[in-house]
């Protein structure tokens, strides 16, 4: 039975005439296949049937959202928690074979819990070169009683070689300024204007302003695990460039395609739920006309609860220009310093 929503719920769901007018625009790969005929496409397989009739050498950047190591139903079909061994031989069985569609300079992304990412250290140590691991707060979750509350999650930044694109510019917060220190009477660090005091903040590698989606959100569905937008523009703002292409083989919902078209960047998703793809299709779609990424505005990621600063600091300022940044080989690059949110 369909569920009863309250009538300010704005979750993303589809009709039955949605899944009939979406389904045609599904791809399958049965032959080897060329960047032109997957890209902006959401291929309907498991990832492990796709991976061999991938293009090599193709991809700027890898987002990887598998299953975690624990049990977990996706649209019905279930994910059961493995060995440790067990989960790490699974992961290798598919990675190993994809880093063949990364280009030299690509970059990837790999998201985990606590005890997936004992798997993920592992295998990334035998094939890339690990930068860092980000650190971010899930507020949502159910206390234990007889354990720690589980409230955070972790991204593995790793790259395919010492040649890759990073950019910290792109991705630095907004925050407001509690204790506005001045120098011969001017701001110090920070910016003074009619829509506030902010000062900007370096990208760090603990994020604290991540929003788990849910009823209220523009970009909620009814998926599991779904990753914030917001979340992925950090990623993808700093390790592309705009016409890059990005591959997401365990897609869910969309989330990675929906924000690289809003950021210009190139797509292919791969997921084996058909109801998942329909819902990226969905979202996809609503992408052409609506280009907002909750969080990010002008240029700038935001710390919560300053929607109103970021209405008047659009009107205030033009968008900024962002530089190029390349890494320097001799210094361990950091990611991003994020306060509290939207």
């Not at 309250?6 to 060329?34: F, G």
């Not at 929906?258 to 990226?280: H, P, S, T, Y």
């Amino acid at each position: 039975m369909e569920k009863q929503r309250a009538p300010r719920n704005r979750t993303i769901t589809l009709t039955e005439q949605d899944k009939q007018s979406l389904l045609p625009l599904l791809a399958r790969v049965t032959q080897p296949v060329t960047a032109s005929d997957i890209v902006g496409r959401t291929i309907n397989q498991a990832v492990e049937t796709v991976i061999p009739l991938l293009p090599s050498e193709t991809f700027d950047l890898l987002f990887l959202d598998p299953p975690y190591n624990l049990s977990k139903t996706f649209n019905g079909t279930t994910f059961r928690r493995r060995e440790i061994e067990e989960y790490t031989e699974w992961f290798k069985s598919w990675f190993k074979p994809i880093l063949k569609t990364l280009k030299k300079t690509a970059t990837i992304y790999v998201c985990g819990d606590w005890l997936t990412s004992a798997s993920i250290f592992e295998v990334l140590t035998e094939s890339c070169i690990i930068r860092n691991r980000i650190s971010w707060e899930r507020e949502k979750g159910r206390g234990a009683k007889t354990n720690w509350k589980n409230c955070s999650e972790d991204i593995w930044f790793a790259t395919m070689s010492e040649d890759y694109y990073f950019n910290a510019e792109a991705v630095k917060l907004r925050r407001k300024v509690i204790a506005p220190y001045r120098e011969n009477g001017k701001p110090k660090d920070w910016v003074e204007n009619d829509a506030g005091n902010f000062r900007l903040t370096a990208p760090s590698n603990f994020w604290s302003d991540i929003t788990v989606p849910f009823w209220s959100m523009l970009e909620n569905t009814d998926h599991p695990t779904q990753k914030p937008e917001k979340l992925v523009a950090k990623l993808l703002l700093a390790s592309t460039r705009p016409d890059d292409v990005v591959l997401d083989p365990f897609l869910g919902s969309g989330t990675t395609s929906v924000v690289a078209k809003k950021l210009g960047r190139k797509f292919v998703g791969i997921e084996q739920e058909e109801m998942f793809c329909l819902l990226a299709e969905r979202r996809l779609m609503q992408a052409n006309d609506d280009k907002t990424i909750q969080g990010y505005s002008n240029g700038y990621f935001w710390e919560r609860n300053t929607l109103l600063e970021q209405i008047k600091n659009s009107e205030k300022e033009e968008e900024p220009e962002v530089k190029e940044q390349k890494p320097d080989p001799d210094k361990q690059p950091t990611l991003f310093d994020f306060a509290l949110g939207d």
